[in-house]
């Protein structure tokens, strides 16, 4: 990702919470900034705006009911 496409935040970490990020950034062999912005993105996810399929609207109005299914395999109990 170019840095021109970024916008910066500053956010304030307690000690604890810095040394974690600096390990868990480190074990991923990341810089503490994209491990973040991964971590972050997986969080957003579901928040953001997905389309609806195409197909969800099909059944808009009441299915016609459906007849007895045994009539269908009364045959077959003999």
């Known amino acids: 990702m170019a840095l021109a496409r970024k916008k910066a ?3 304030a ?3 604890s919470m810095d040394a974690l990020l600096t390990r868990a950034a480190e074990e991923r062999g990341v ?3 994209e491990f973040i912005r ?3 993105a ?3 996810e579901q928040y953001r ?3 609806r399929p195409k197909v ?3 059944i808009r109005r009441r299915l016609p009911e459906r007849g007895d299914e045994a009539e269908l395999y009364a045959d077959r109990r003999r």
């Open 56 to 58: 969800a609207g099909i």
């Open 42 to 44: 997986l969080v957003l």
């Open 13 to 15: 970490l307690e000690p």
């Open 31 to 33: 810089s503490r900034s």
């Open 38 to 40: 991964q971590q972050l």
């Open 9 to 11: 935040t500053t956010i």
């Open 49 to 51: 705006r997905h389309p």
